[in-house]
């Protein structure tokens, strides 16, 4: 089955620290990846997705980056961390079902202080 | 543009009564629509996903939901909640003909009470 493992679970960083958080991918190949925050009594906002390796797309502009070095790993990362970037990080990889089913990790919660 | 409205940010029912978490959408041809579980501090989960066979759609914990096409709707229901339903609840929708664009709603928080 498709799975994903997604680290640290939780992380507390002081603002203007770097940030790296890692999800990696079992039971598919080449999957279409997801990096999503969601934020106290918001939705999920959708950050950067990935078709393949080296290819990132990003939804809204902002001090993270992300990067696919690997065709099961998922990379979320920062140089400078703002107060802002507070809040629970999904990874997410679409189902090879064709039908837009997502599966999810369990999710990083990280706290800028 | 596409969107998904979930109608009620929050849900309270009591234990053993029904549940109804409300979900519209902006009109497509061929959707895929999916209801997402999540508890506290944990992933999503798919509790059910509607792509196209049987409107009316059977998921995990006794969940179901029906799809209407003409009303645009894509409501979720259970008979009688239990206190382990209480959790958070995303509406999503896959619009083909975007490429697949997937779209959440905002989320219903479902609270049930003993």
């Known amino acids: 089955s498709q799975t994903i493992h997604q680290w640290p679970a939780t992380l507390v960083q002081p603002v203007g620290s770097p940030l790296s958080l890692e999800c990696t991918v079992e039971?598919?190949?080449?999957?279409?990846l997801y990096w999503y925050r969601q934020a106290a009594g918001r939705g999920l906002q959708l950050l950067f997705y990935?078709?393949?390796?080296?290819?990132i797309s990003s939804e809204v502009p902002q001090n993270l980056s992300a990067s696919r070095p690997q065709d099961r790993q998922f990379i979320l990362s920062s140089k400078k961390l703002l107060l802002s970037d507070s809040g629970f990080y999904l990874c997410?990889?679409?189902?090879?079902?064709?039908?837009?089913?997502?599966?999810f990790g369990e999710g990083s919660r990280l706290t800028v202080l | 543009a596409q969107s998904v409205t979930q109608l009620d940010s929050h849900v309270s029912v009591s234990e053993g009564t029904p549940v109804l978490l409300r979900c519209n959408y902006s009109?497509?041809?061929?959707?895929?629509l999916f209801w997402y579980v999540q508890h506290p501090n944990k992933g999503l989960q798919l509790l059910l996903k509607?792509?196209?066979?049987?409107?009316l759609v059977k998921g995990i914990n006794g969940f179901e939901a029906e799809f209407k096409k003409s009303e645009t709707s894509f409501h979720l229901t259970k008979p009688s909640a239990h206190m382990s339903d209480a959790a958070e609840y995303f509406c999503?929708?896959?619009?083909?003909?975007?490429?697949?664009?997937?779209?959440f709603g905002a989320g219903t928080i479902l609270r049930v009470k003993s």
């Open positions: 997410a990889g679409l189902r090879a079902t064709n039908t837009g089913e997502l599966f």
């Open positions: 039971g598919t190949s080449n999957p279409n």
């Open positions: 990935s078709v393949g390796i080296g290819q």
């Open positions: 009109s497509s041809y061929s959707p895929s």
């Open positions: 509607y792509t196209s066979a049987a409107t």
């Open positions: 999503v929708v896959s619009y083909m003909e975007y490429g697949n664009k997937l779209v």
